[in-house]
């Protein structure tokens, strides 16, 4: 940021900011997102000491108990993208009230959270420049410029990331190829269900194969979902670690010889394709087939489409007479299947008799067992962006954090209850601004209510609740527990029982 362009933001922070701005204030227009309903929200909504719990994972700097890392919070980066696109990286804070003031000073457009690294990120400058001095590399040389130091010693001083939750971005843009209801950023409750699977497919996976517990969902705010995984094991992941927990959760590829779109299916399916295909396939008969979803067996153009990648053509051409008999998606899907299932069955006995007299099984044997799979997963699938999840230094926005563009929050959602996650009843920034205006008017008489946290007497009130169900109060209990068992050991090293 330009030093003008930093004395021009506070000068008008300092004009207009004050510790309690009114509901009033911040309607001064009629939109879902407006600097005064921004100052609105980081001055009255905006749950500071929830997220400050979660992100500390019980490392309270003002806790002087052993064991506890003081300075954990501290290493944490934040970046904010505040007016006119203006990035700002390596923001850190000692704790809650620091943060706190920092956002309320800022007023970033859009917060991000990124790893804990080895000191605080707002010295970083300072942490490159001393190693460079001892090291005796590049500027004035240090004092021990003429002695060679071990490798150790630049890992202990260098400013590098050292732990992050294990991350997952889902973006609607990504399913645009099968999507005939709308493109880029726009979404629209036909496609939302591919969210909806991709948590129930991500979320199975990461509990029942990897054993996390600890599991965030949040909205993006506009049109995709961001998983946060916060168990220990997960956030100490090395970036080969967390590249293989993504590949896992990814489709095999294929190659330009495969006929259907994920060719890179191999028969027996691998376990965890099997459950995914059982969670996806009553959503792709429900929401993608006919003309409530996709359309992809709404019309003769789409299941023409559909049946070239068919790997047996005369099959094909049966069902295409079929599909006009019938009347409806599920029925055509129906009849697609069991004839498939048929084909397979025929197909694998008349191999079976090949191989007994001593030949060999064709290459295509298992094509049309598999074939009813690809087809589920080129549309259900969970499209994850690898990128964002193999880097320890990712950066992920915030929960929380308001998208500029639709005035929405972006709230966590309960993976137990995501079929009913509808995110154009999100509450935007407006919305919030009139239910704190409505709810002091009932309570006009009632001083405790009026009393309570601004964000209690709003629907955030069930969305922090569920960021400390899912994550906070479960991480404070362990944190709890393993000080207990830290205690008992060191009791019992030196015998105090």
């Known amino acids: 940021m330009t030093a003008a362009a930093e004395n021009k ?30 100052r609105f929200f980081y001055n009255r909504l905006f749950p500071y000491q929830p997220m400050f719990k979660w992100l500390s994972y019980g490392n309270d700097p003002d806790n002087d108990a052993a064991h506890i890392v003081r300075d954990y919070f501290a290493c944490r980066e934040f970046s904010f993208t505040i007016n006119d696109d203006i990035y700002i990286r390596y923001q850190s804070f000692r704790d ?3 943060m706190e003031s920092a956002i309320q000073k800022k007023q970033p457009h859009k917060i991000d959270i990124g790893a804990v690294f080895t000191l605080p990120p707002k010295d970083h400058h300072t942490v490159k420049a001393e190693v460079r001095e001892e090291l005796g590399v590049g500027g004035k040389a240090g004092r021990h410029s003429d002695h060679i130091f071990p490798f150790a010693f630049l890992l202990r001083q260098a400013f590098k990331p050292v732990e992050r939750e294990l991350i997952f971005d889902i973006d609607m843009t990504d399913y645009d190829d099968i999507r005939s209801c709308c493109t880029g950023a726009k979404i629209c409750p036909k496609c939302w269900v591919f969210m909806t699977m991709a948590v129930k497919v ?3 996976a990461l509990r029942e194969d990897f054993g996390f517990r600890y599991i965030l969902w949040v909205y993006s705010g506009r049109r995709g979902v961001h998983c946060w995984v916060c168990d220990p094991n997960a956030r100490a992941l090395s970036n080969d670690g967390r590249s293989a927990v993504v590949e896992y959760l990814s489709l095999p590829r294929g190659n330009e010889k495969s006929k259907g779109k994920n060719g890179g299916l191999s028969w027996p399916l691998h376990p965890s394709f099997t459950r995914a295909f059982d969670i996806l396939e009553p959503m792709f008969e429900s929401g993608v087939l006919g003309e409530a979803g996709q359309g992809v067996l709404d019309s003769e153009n789409s299941w023409d489409t559909l049946l070239d990648t068919l790997p047996d053509e005369d099959l094909a051409n049966r069902l295409r007479r079929e599909m006009r008999r019938l009347t409806n998606a599920q029925d055509r899907w129906l009849e697609i299947k069991s004839q498939v299932r048929a084909a397979s069955s025929a197909h694998a006995s008349g191999n079976a008799r090949r191989q007994s007299r001593g030949g060999r099984a064709g290459n295509g044997l298992f094509a049309l067992d598999l074939w009813k799979y690809e087809v589920v997963f080129q549309y259900c699938y969970p499209r994850l962006d690898v ?7 990712h950066l992920l926005k915030s929960p929380f954090a308001v998208h500029p563009k639709t005035g929405r929050v972006c709230v966590p959602i309960d993976p137990e209850d995501v079929d009913n996650f509808d995110p154009f009843r999100v509450p935007t920034l407006k919305a919030l601004a009139a239910q704190i205006d409505a709810f002091d008017a009932q309570n006009a008489q009632n001083a405790s209510a009026k ?7 709003t629907e955030l009130k069930s969305a922090v609740e569920l960021l400390e169900r899912c994550v906070v109060d479960p991480v404070a209990l362990a944190t709890k527990r393993r000080l207990k068992l830290e205690r008992e050991k060191e009791a019992a090293m030196i015998g105090d029982f």
Do not use: C, H, R, W
């Not at 510790?19 to 997102?33: C, G, P, R, T």
């Open 202 to 204: 991500v979320d199975t």
């Open 9 to 38: 933001e506070n000068m008008e922070i300092a004009s207009s900011n004050t510790n309690k701005v009114s509901v009033a204030a911040a309607a001064i227009n009629d939109q879902e997102f407006s600097p005064e309903l921004l």
């Open 96 to 98: 809650a009230s620091e």
């Open 451 to 457: 009393a309570l946290p601004d964000y209690k007497k």
């Open 387 to 393: 990128n964002v999840s193999k880097g320890t230094n």
